[in-house]
């Protein structure tokens, strides 16, 4: 007797098991909707905050992308002009000190695109040149020379993006970040560190 009841108890919750989770479509009550369903939006879903009813949008206007720098600013000369590449003096270099492993980066990408004219002491007599004896028909400037070194750090930014008189734009390439590591590597190489190095208040005196 005993044994019949343990078998039918057991059959029974099986069968209440079995048709509570019969119909899958129904999941029965939702205690907490905010849990279950999301609030916001789901991508490509309709959104009647929007006159077009997409729920996918562009960045808004002046929208930089993780890790992009803020655009440059200030545009080309026309020929023969020098007012934007005088404006390019009040723009700073966006990007912060480099260390030891970025700056050995930065100066072979200036040996690389650079030193070929400006030499690997930057005093503007490269292998192309080669104090005239060169294939390069113009003088590249000397850039420790007091004109250039006091030159901000957009003013480099600006030649090497646009160019200047015989001397090529290097946009196409270095990219802009890259362009912003060579200002870094030449203020180095210059004596005037375009930003100084982040001083840490709880080190040890
Ligand atoms: C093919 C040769 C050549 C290469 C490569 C070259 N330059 Fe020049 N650069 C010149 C010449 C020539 C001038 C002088 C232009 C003039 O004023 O007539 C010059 C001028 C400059 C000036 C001074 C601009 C001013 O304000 O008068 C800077 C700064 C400069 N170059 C930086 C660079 C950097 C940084 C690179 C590497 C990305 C580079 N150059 C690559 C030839 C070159």
Known sequence: MKKISVISSVVLVITIAVASCSDSSKPG???????????????????????????????????????????????????????????????????????SAQMKEAERLYLVYCGICHGSKLDGNGPLWKGGDGPFPAAPKNLTEPEIVSQGDGQLYYTMTYGKNKMGSYASQLSDKQRWMVVHYIKSKTGKPAAAPATDSTAKK
């Open 29 to 99: 009550r939702v205690y907490m909707p905010d849990m279950a369903y999301s609030r916001a939006y789901e991508t490509y879903s309709e959104n009647d905050i929007f006159p077009d009813k997409q729920t996918n949008r562009t960045p808004v206007a002046g929208t930089i992308s993780r890790d992009q720098l803020p655009p440059f600013p200030i545009a080309e000369d026309a020929p023969g002009d020098t007012t934007n590449h005088g404006k390019a003096r009040f723009i700073s270099n966006p990007l912060p000190a480099l260390d």
